[in-house]
């Protein structure tokens, strides 16, 4: 059965949460910054703020996002940067797609 | 899903978005083209001592402005980014090499312009300094281009290049003023004028967006 399912779904070895198309976008942003603000992801990845919100607490849910909040201007400030385990999360996604679009 | 990811472009999207996105950046280069096109006729004005003085003094107030509109405008409309060291370091070496390139070349220049000469090849002819000045300006200004894709910096390396070539006709030498210089600085203002209206309209703002 397992090999069957490898057969037929050469994505099943994949994470799923970091494939997601938008996760990925936001992943991938800040795969190669140390951090940013959320109106900078907003403006990179093109996700409105509610996706972005909902797909980053995903993303920290799992330990790949860490989020601070801070009071700037009396303003809230959001800032979101990749854990190590996001790091290498994301590289072993990389490594494991390579295998499969071989 | 396009599972090529390209890392090095996405990086590069976060760079000129957090550097080169609002035309400030531009302006400012113009705007120092304006006031090296005026050199001359300021140093009639002032005298060459209180001309070195005036001259980092608007310098001075240039850069001041470009750090002060970035600064405001900057992180209520594109966000707030941090690379990491590497990138960092990636970019002071960059800006050391270019802040050398630069100082040589005016430098030469000064020299060139007070009587000193650089002993150049025969096929140098007459524009000696000007050419080996618009070669390293046209270098700089196309491995920037080439680097950060922003193609508007060959245009530039071109424009400025050109300046310096000394195109004006034998009967506007007695003008004081550099005048391709000058126009070469007018044009890169209107460019970034025109960048930082489209960006003040691409990036709205988001104050009113951010969730408490």
């Known amino acids: ?38 109106i900078f992801l907003r403006n990179l990845t093109g996700l409105t703020w509610g996706n972005l919100s909902a797909h980053t607490a995903k993303l920290a849910e799992a330990g790949y996002v860490e989020i601070e909040k801070s009071i700037v201007n009396k303003k809230t400030h959001t800032v979101a940067r990749l854990t190590d385990a996001g790091r290498a999360a994301f590289e072993e996604y990389k490594e494991k797609m390579k295998e499969v679009l071989k | 899903m396009n599972a090529q990811i390209d890392l090095k472009q996405t990086e590069r999207n976060s760079f000129k978005l957090a550097t080169y996105a609002d035309g400030i950046n531009d302006i400012s280069l ?47 409309r594109i966000g707030v980014v941090n690379f990491g060291q ?53 270098g700089i200004f196309s491995s920037m281009a080439y680097a950060l894709e922003l193609t508007r910096f060959y245009f530039y390396g071109l424009l400025l290049s050109f300046a310096f070539l000394d195109l004006v006709p034998a009967s506007l030498q007695d003008v004081a003023v550099q005048i391709p210089m000058g126009i070469a600085g007018l044009v890169i203002v209107a460019v970034g004028i025109g960048l930082l209206v489209r960006f003040l309209e691409k990036y709205p703002a988001a104050e009113q967006l951010e969730e408490n």
């Open chain 2, 30 to 76: 113009g705007l120092t083209m304006i006031l090296l096109s005026l050199y001359p006729f300021t140093r009639e004005v002032f005298g060459v001592g209180f001309n070195i003085l005036f001259f980092f003094a608007v310098l001075g107030t240039i850069i001041w402005l470009q750090v002060k509109f970035k600064s405001r405008l900057g992180p209520d």
């Open chain 2, 86 to 138: 590497k990138a960092q370091k990636r970019m002071k070496i960059a800006v050391l090499i270019t802040s050398l390139l630069v100082l040589s070349t005016a430098g030469t220049w000064y020299l060139s312009s007070q009587g000193y000469s650089l002993s150049t090849p025969m096929w140098m002819g007459l524009y000696g300094f000007d050419i080996l000045i618009s070669l390293v300006i046209l």
């Open chain 1, 1 to 38: 059965m397992a090999e069957d399912k490898e057969i037929n779904n050469p994505t099943a070895e994949i994470n799923q949460l970091i494939h997601a198309p938008s996760r990925l976008n936001i992943i991938t942003n800040l795969y190669v910054v140390e951090s940013a603000d959320f």
